[in-house]
Each structure stands twice: as C-alpha cells, then as structure tokens.
C-alpha cells in the first residue's frame, strides 16, 4: 500500500464533512432527510490545507472557563505543523498500520475493561545507568492514536506544554530534565530546578499508593515515589512522581497537581511533550481539579484543518444544545448506554442487548468504532443493502475494514445517514465525514469493525466523535452530546 502521513490517512475525509446549506451538499429534492448526497471528487484530500477556526469558537477557548484550543496534531492548524517533516513527527503511517495500531488499543480497552487490579510487581531501579528497565505486562493505550493536542503550562514560572490529551488515561507526564532518555519533542523538556513550586511525592503519599495501582510499577527511590507506564505501541515513560501548579488558561491553575516527570520515554509520540488524562481515577486532571471546576469537562474533536476546544467546568451555552444519556458506573473508562442504531432512517433489527450488558465505551484515543458482533452485523448488512440498491462496485478489504467501495468512476455518490440512539432518547446523528474513511476513491470503506467477542464491550472512537460537543458531567452521572459544535 502507498505510504500516507497519519494527516493524509485519517482526514482523506476531510472535505467530505458538507454542513447542511452549503453549495455542495445536495438536497436530493428533498426527497429524503435519511440520506447524503455528495460530490465524489470531495472525498479527496485537498491539493493545500489549511487552518479554519470560526470566530464563534474562538470565543470559546479565549473566553470560556478553563477552556483549551484543541487541535489536530497532524493538521495545519497544529503546533507542530511544518516542523521535521512527516516523518519526524511520527505521521508516516499506512492506513494498515493506523488500524493496526487501532486495534492495540482496543484490545487494552477490552483487558482493562474487564479485568479487576493485579498484584504490584518488583522492577529494577529505572534510574540506575548500569539497569535495564523491566515493566510489567501490562500495557496502556496506544499512544499513536492520540491525535488531538493541548498546549498547558507547568510550573512556576510556567514552562508550556504541547500535550495529547486521553480519556483513557488517568495519570497526566512530561518529558523532564535530568533526561536519562527521552524522545524528540517541540520545545524544551520541562526543568524541575527552574520552577519553585516543584516537589517529589514521597513513598508515603496516597498519590504514590494510586500511580502503583494504574502502572504496576511498585518501587521507590531514595528520592521519592516511581511511575512507569508500558502503552500499548510499546512506548515508554519512567520517571518521578511529582506535583507543580498546573496552568489551563492565564487565570485557570492548579497548585500543587500531581503528574508523572518522565525521564526515561521512548517510542514514538509526534512531537508531543507528554499526556494529559482525563480517565476516572484520583489521577486524572478531572479528579484532581474537582473542586474547582465540579467535575464536568467537554470537548469538541474538529476535523483536521478545524479548531476544538476541551473545556472545563459547565458552560451553559455549550451545554444548551447537548442532550444527556446516563453515564454508566465504572472504574476506568466512560461508559454509556446504547441502546439501538439506524441506518438511513430505519432501526436495525436487533435488541438493545446486542449492544452489550455492561454498556458502550466513549473513548477520545480510538480511531475507529467497535460495535459488538451482531450489532455490526446488522448495521454492515443494512450498510451494504443502500450501497447495493444503487450499484456501487464493491472493493478490497482494508484490513478490519470489511466493507468498502470502488467509487472511482462516480461524480457523485449517496451514503445513508447512521445514528446512534441513546437510552433516554439520545440521538447522535453522524455527518458523512464520520461514516466513511478511504485510501483513495477505489477504496472507500464503512468506517466501523466489529468485536471478536461478543462479550467485549462496543467503542466509540474519534472518528465518529468529530465537530460533536462531548460533555463530561461526573457528579450527575450523564453525558450530553451537542452537533455541529466545532470546525
């Protein structure tokens, strides 16, 4: 397969996302509201991209409480855009290796999911020159699916930060100095000795009972309390369990914010300086800024060339448009309760329990969504029957993508409309740029796969969360969903 940047693979779609009244979508006659209409030369990529952000959300993260701009760190409208080159900043993928990569972080997804604490076990000292450092078997996310990025500051006086940003994770790092070893990245690596209100959590601290519990990592050094998280590519991050004031906006900070000072990382993480998690233990940026801002925090995903914020705190005229499911209870991840899927308008033929017993997974780190086996059945069945009705050629399998389509020879092509549908009467209605993902226009493929086993419980990736305002409310457990929130 050619080879394509992560940019390239993942928003070949891009142009794709039409809004309603622009000159490009197609009412059909308005003959059918369950239905897309689109120019097929939109599928590709375009020739230059470049970044949009409205003023409307620009308003939003300059103005909003706690608000961060959230961008694509592929796109042109990232910090890294034009710096190394493709290759340097980790983006030349194949659309095969995204998915595979994908697949790693479900298949962690699905271990975690199911899977109650393990014994703490023994590595050696990562901070001895002469030691290898041992982790146990026990991998995190795939960092490589982490493509959205915020920019936070750390310290005191602030050093910034361009940071990946996971719902499914919950401890928050830097690349730090002493640096034993460390990866590329935009910028200087954080400095503890130039910050004064720097400190190391000791061995004794609740913090470091915490870390040991989320990395497995059960050691102490004579200077204080370890972390070490393997993720799911095989990336690596080691070092000191510490706290600093956290800066969110100008007047947005948290004293005293523990995070992991990483000085030994390896693998490849796009020129980020670290993570942000935003998962459900005491770790996460979430829990440990509760009181200020009660526990509620969104987030907008913008397309490629588009701007998005991550918000913390209520926001009302944000949340005035988002309409609430239950937030399931669970220990790691974001569950939430579907309950029915339809496809051009007309439900699938399944019950609510084939969507899973234990709910479905609301993930930012995966690409692509996972629906249980006869949920995806029915929906590739329903999928395949409006593709057929109108003779689009089937083409090639792109790996766990199963149903794709030669639509080279088309100007124009239909797609049926998929939502999601909600306990509570909850809908997300996707945008075509949320239902199909191509290597080129003779490989156009549904953009959902489903699970292996039928116990596993279904995700719903980035990919289908695009422009939607994704609103976090912990303390009444729900989450809200808002369309058309972001570039």
Same mark, same amino acid.
């Given at each position: ?69 959230? =961008?694509?760190?592929? #796109?042109?409208?990232? &910090? ?9 900043? @980790? !983006?030349? *993928? +194949? ?53 959205? =990025?915020?920019?936070? #500051?750390?310290?005191? &006086? ?9 719902? @499914? !994770?919950? *401890? +928050? ?315």
């Amino acid at each position: 397969m050619t080879k394509l940047s992560l940019f390239s693979t993942l928003n070949l779609f891009l142009a794709l996302f039409l809004c309603p009244g622009t000159s490009s979508f197609a009412s059909a006659k308005d003959a059918s509201h369950h239905y897309f209409q689109i120019l097929a030369a939109d599928i590709l990529p375009s020739a230059r991209s470049l970044c949009k952000a409205g003023e409307g959300l620009r308003s939003t993260y300059q103005q909003g409480r706690g608000a961060l701009k959230l =961008v694509h760190r592929h #796109g042109p409208c990232s &910090p890294f855009s034009g710096i190394g080159g493709s290759a340097a900043n @980790g !983006s030349q *993928l +194949t659309l095969t290796e995204v998915l595979q990569q994908d697949q790693s972080r479900v298949q962690w997804i699905h271990s975690r999911a199911s899977s109650s604490p393990s014994d703490n076990k023994q590595v050696q000292d990562p901070f001895q020159a002469e030691a290898t450092t041992q982790l146990p078997a026990r991998p995190g996310a795939s960092l490589s699916t982490l493509n959205y =990025v915020v920019t936070v #500051g750390l310290g005191t &006086p602030k050093q910034a930060f361009n940071l990946a940003f996971d719902t @499914g !994770s919950d *401890l +928050t790092w830097v690349q730090c100095e002493p640096c034993i070893s460390c990866y590329p990245q935009q910028g200087a690596r954080f400095n503890p000795a130039f910050s004064s209100t720097y400190q190391r959590v000791s061995c004794t601290a609740p913090e470091c009972a915490e870390a040991k519990l989320e990395s497995g990592l059960n050691q102490c050094s004579a200077s204080g309390c370890l972390y070490g998280i393997v993720y799911g590519d095989n990336s690596v991050t080691v070092g000191q369990l510490s706290r600093d004031k956290l800066t969110l906006t100008g007047s947005d900070v948290l004293p005293g914010f523990t995070f992991g000072c990483g000085q030994k990382n390896q693998g490849i993480f796009g020129m980020v300086g670290g993570l942000l998690g935003l998962g459900r233990t005491q770790l996460s940026v979430v829990s440990q800024a509760r009181n200020k801002y009660g526990g509620v925090f969104s987030y907008c995903l913008p397309t490629s060339n588009g701007v998005g914020h991550l918000t913390f705190g209520p926001d009302r005229s944000s949340f005035s448009s988002a309409r609430f499911t239950p937030l399931l209870p669970h220990s790691k991840f974001y569950f939430v309760p579907l309950a029915g899927m339809s496809v051009g308008g007309r439900l699938l033929p399944v019950s609510p329990s084939a969507f899973g017993s234990q709910g479905t997974v609301l993930d930012s780190g995966t690409v692509i969504t996972r629906l249980p086996p006869a949920a995806y059945s029915a929906l590739r069945s329903a999928f395949r029957d409006f593709m057929a009705q109108r003779k689009y050629p089937l083409a090639p399998a792109a790996t766990l993508l199963d149903t794709c389509y030669d639509l080279s020879s088309y100007t124009a092509i239909e797609i049926p409309k998929i939502a999601f549908h909600f306990q509570g009467g909850t809908d997300l209605v996707l945008n075509a740029a949320n239902i199909l993902l191509a290597s080129s226009l003779s490989q156009v493929c549904l953009a959902f796969a489903g699970n292996t086993k039928a116990a596993d419980p279904g995700i719903i990736g980035n990919w289908q969360q695009k422009t939607t305002l994704v609103v976090h409310d912990i303390p009444n457990s729900k989450i809200g969903f808002g369309q058309g929130a972001c570039s």
